[in-house]
Structures are given as structure tokens and as C-alpha cells.
């Protein structure tokens, strides 16, 4: 199946602090999604992502497909303590399954 | 109005037990899938079913059964389990092209002792 990269892990911030989380693949993917999980919660979608170069916005939330389809990136501006959970990408190849990161966990500290 | 809802929320059992995990969907979608969330919470799937049909099926152990009555539901039925069976099984569904992902249920917290 298709291979995705996220990172980091985990990412400890300030209340108040920027965020990112980045999705890598070695192959052109046909699209990508992204997912938050809140602790003990479920993933609920977020997006996705189907255009070379896309950029789209959901408030403090900037989404980004890189220009050769082979990476994603999640910004949040401000971070507030309900930003806290685990954040996923969906990544599609030639596989009509997407198949998900490992997630990031994000940590928000007041 | 629940769209995805499974069940139990959560089922401990001891090794060696079979066990069902239920969900159904209202959203009108015409596919559902199982994942397995472990502990480092890696989601993998672990089945899909489009009208009826098995169209994928990743390499879990044939321990592990989808039934599916209708278009609406997909069960899961786990034969003789293991400890490394401990994990959260998410249920979910979606439509057609993916353009708004998947609905996931609230999950199964699956712990055998």
C-alpha cells in the first residue's frame, strides 16, 4: 500500500504558539485528507486535498498539497488548548484506500 | 442521530473467547470498513465493503470475519482471541469519491486478558 511519513511524533507548544505537521511520500498521490482525534475520541474528518499546489483554510487551520502531490502540510495559527489531539493524514496513490500517518500529536500548554 | 454508531464501547474478555462488535450507519453510504487502532495508535485497516462485497481485505488474521447484512451494517467477528488483540476498532463508513472522508464511529475498546 502507499507509504506516508508524518512528523513529528509529538509537538509540546505554548498556548498561543504556531503548529505544523508535515505528510511525505515518495510517490505522486492522487489526493490526501486530514484527520483530529481528540483524546479517547474518535478521528473526525477535516479536509481534503486534491490539486497540485492547493492551499485551503478552515479558520486558524491552513492546509497545503505541495505542487508535485507528494507532501501535505496541517498549520495552526495561535494554538488554543482545544486544539489538543492527534492529528492525521489520509494519503490515496493508486489504491482506492487511503492509507493513514502515523498522526501528531499535539500538546497544548496554557 | 448517531451516523456511525458501534457496539460495545468497550468489551473485556478473556483469551480464547469469540466476540462480535456491531456497527451500522444511517448516513446512506456504500461503504464501510474496520480499522485497528493500537496502543502507539497507528490506524490500519483491516476491512472494506462496498454493496455487499468484500473489496479489500489487508493481511488480519482469518480470525477475524466482516459480516455484512445489508448495506447498512458491518459486523465483526473475532474467533479465539489473543492478547495481542487489544485494541480500539473504529468502524466507519463513506461515499463514492472520499471528497468528505470518512464518518468514524466512537469505537470499540477491545482489552483480552
Known amino acids: 500500500g502507499q507509504q506516508v511519513m508524518q512528523i513529528p511524533q509529538y509537538q509540546h507548544v505554548q498556548e498561543g504558539e504556531d503548529f505544523t505537521t508535515y505528510c511525505n511520500s515518495s510517490t505522486t498521490l492522487s489526493n490526501i485528507q486530514w484527520y483530529k482525534q481528540r483524546p479517547g475520541g474518535h478521528p473526525v474528518f477535516l479536509i481534503q486535498l486534491v490539486k497540485s499546489g492547493e492551499v485551503k483554510k478552515q479558520k486558524r487551520l491552513t492546509f497545503q498539497f505541495g505542487e508535485a502531490k507528494k507532501n501535505s502540510s496541517l498549520h495552526i495559527t495561535a494554538t488554543q488548548t482545544t486544539d489538543v489531539g492527534t492529528y492525521f493524514c489520509?494519503?490515496?496513490?493508486?489504491?482506492?484506500?487511503?492509507?493513514f500517518g502515523r498522526g501528531t500529536s499535539l500538546i497544548v500548554h496554557p | 442521530d448517531t451516523a456511525v454508531s458501534q457496539t460495545p464501547k468497550y468489551l473485556v474478555t478473556q483469551m480464547g473467547n469469540d466476540k462480535s462488535i456491531k456497527c451500522e450507519q444511517n448516513?446512506?453510504?456504500?461503504?464501510m470498513y474496520w480499522y485497528k487502532q493500537d496502543s502507539k495508535k497507528f490506524l490500519k485497516i483491516m476491512f472494506s465493503?462496498?454493496?455487499?462485497?468484500?473489496?479489500i481485505n489487508e493481511t488480519v488474521p482469518n480470525r477475524f470475519s466482516p459480516k455484512s447484512p445489508d448495506k447498512a451494517h458491518l459486523n465483526l467477528h473475532i474467533n479465539s482471541l489473543e492478547l495481542g488483540d487489544s485494541a480500539v476498532y473504529f468502524c466507519?463508513?463513506?461515499?463514492?469519491?472520499?471528497?468528505?472522508?470518512?464518518?468514524f464511529g466512537s469505537g470499540t475498546r477491545l482489552t483480552v486478558v
Open positions: 465493503y462496498n454493496n455487499k462485497e468484500l473489496i
Open positions: 489520509a494519503a490515496s496513490g493508486g489504491s482506492y484506500i487511503p492509507t
Open positions: 448516513l446512506g453510504h456504500d461503504t
Open positions: 466507519a463508513s463513506s461515499q463514492g469519491t472520499l471528497k468528505n472522508g470518512y464518518t
